[in-house]
């Protein structure tokens, strides 16, 4: 089979999603998780990935970033990737491939789809019937975007223009992000970011899809039309989050 395709416009977000092997379980402690993000965080610095928004799944993790350059995911996916795996297979006294393969991304028109994204990062746990509140779950962004928490586990995060836009202020920022979470995502917002992550087409509108034909010279898009079918707006992972 063909691998996707890798768009890359400067300045322009991308949601990424890696996923374990057979949507097998990537964490198994709580140190894992802090290590993971250690190893991400380290590798982003090195080949200028800029995050904005994660989440880390039991199977699968997801991020909002701005690659500084065509490469930047790549690397810095490989480089984490490859420690990672070396340290849970150290500490489990295991082998063989921990991820499923090539990460999943779409480029993402960040004045239509930016907020809407994170806030679809960030309620994962929600759907998966993990939390009642995103802030009760630990391994996301929420607490660094909605609450302004700072410290080891959120300094990293470097806040969107579009996040930037909510508020002169810090707290009024937050406060006008928390809002956005007292509406639901709709379902034609749902389908379109699951379909377009899991096929590699760019999310956004006409005149932005056809701007990432343009650059890329390749198709950004499905020649179809309609909503996606049931089987692909059902998710993008097993458990455990979509």
């Not at 080949?47 to 799944?57: E, F, K, P």
């Not at 082998?95 to 960030?122: C, F, H, K, N, P």
């Not at 809002?179 to 377009?196: N, Q, V």
Request: hydrophobic fraction near 35%.
């Amino acid at each position: 089979m063909s691998r996707l395709p890798r768009y890359f416009l400067p300045n322009q977000p991308q949601h990424v999603i890696q996923r374990g092997n057979n949507r097998q379980p990537i964490f198994f402690s709580e140190d894992d998780y802090h290590f993971f993000r250690d190893c991400l965080t380290d590798a982003a610095r090195i080949h200028g990935v800029r995050i904005h928004a994660y989440v880390w799944m039991t199977n699968h993790v997801h991020l909002l970033a701005t690659p500084d350059t065509a490469e930047s995911l790549g690397k810095t996916f490989q480089s984490a990737g490859r420690r990672y795996v070396q340290h849970v297979n150290h500490a489990y006294k295991r082998s063989g491939t921990l991820w499923e393969g090539r990460y999943r991304a779409t480029v993402v028109d960040s004045a239509q789809y930016l907020l809407t994204v994170m806030r679809y990062i960030e309620l994962n746990p929600l759907r998966a019937g993990m939390v009642e509140r995103p802030e009760d779950y630990p391994w996301s962004s929420y607490r660094g975007n909605a609450l302004g928490m700072g410290g080891a586990e959120f300094d990293w995060l470097s806040p969107h223009e579009e996040y930037l836009r909510l508020g002169a202020m810090a707290e009024e920022r937050q406060a006008a992000y928390r809002a956005l979470f007292t509406t639901e995502i709709s379902a034609d917002a749902l389908a379109a970011i699951r379909e377009r992550t899991h096929k590699a087409w760019a999310l956004g509108g006409a005149d932005f899809v056809a701007r990432v034909e343009q650059l890329s010279q390749r198709r950004a898009a499905s020649k179809g039309v309609g909503r996606p079918r049931k089987a692909e707006q059902a998710g993008e992972s097993g458990e455990i989050g979509r």
